[in-house]
């Protein structure tokens, strides 16, 4: 009976239990690899989506600032204002800000050194200016409205040159609308980048500059608002390797004696900043195209998808996305157990 039962066992029972565990085996494989084919079909389309939007949004605050920047010239010389007329200068100036709430700070320097510029902050609306009536300093004052000045704020007002300025030295060289590169803002100690347009008389010669700020601490925040995944992060760095912003909750930019600056992406305390700008120094996409990759961290895959910011005038910058697979993979494998 025994040795039957053995034989019955060995010949029926312990080859079926064989076959459950390879045929379980076949379609838990068969059901996590089509799993991971289309998840990882998803994934790149997510990851150029990701960095589309990126890039969309920084395009158009870039865009808005520029619009300003030129409404502003326009209307300067087709109402023959100029710069000879301040007070029809701050107007204008107020009439703008009052119509386009997606930038701050708007203002002209004339080409005697003169200043009038018009910043909204959270909680108020000043003005700074600087003249031959301000010894050398620009001040700045709290106002309402064009020609309604209140008290000087002190820790604002400061000497100031208006024709050292990046913006205007830059705009005044090329005769033509430019970005700056990054610099450190005078009244803020903050970095941004400005829209330089310069302002020609009939012969060509220089009446001024007009200029529109873009902090880069705006793009940050926008980045920060839109969740790429649990452990995902989205950054803006120059070609040259300078970490313009990113999604990080950590600074961007160290803290000088000076003020702000800017950090390479490879310096980042951010570890996912600094592990993909490393694998993407030898691998920057043009301008206007775009470049997904993949590298290991350890036993993680990281998911990059690059895109080089079609702007003109100096903003050589690139929008990048960076995310672990297993962010996108969890959904795939717990339904493979």
Known sequence: FLNKSRSMFSILVLPLVIQMVLLATIVGALSFYAGRSAVEEFLDQRMRDLVDGAEQNIRAQVDKSDLLARALSTGAQSYSVGFSNPAATENLLFQLTAITPFVNFIYVGAANGDFIGVDRLPDRTVVHIKNQDTAGKKLVYNSRQAGERGEIIPGMSKPYDTLARPWYKLAAEKKAPVWTSVYLSSSKNILEVTKAVPVLDDKGRLQGVIGSDLPLSQISDYLREHVISENGIAFVMETSGALIASSAKKAD????????????????????????????????????????????????????SAKGMDAEQGLNWITVVAAPRSDFMTNIVGNTW
């Open 253 to 304: 930019h160290s803290n000088g004696e000076q003020g702000q600056q800017l950090l390479r992406a490879t310096e980042s305390t951010e570890p996912l900043i600094r592990l993909t700008a490393q694998h993407l120094q030898d691998k920057l996409p043009d301008v206007g195209r775009r470049k997904n990759f993949r590298f290991m961290n350890g036993d993680r895959t990281i998911e990059v």
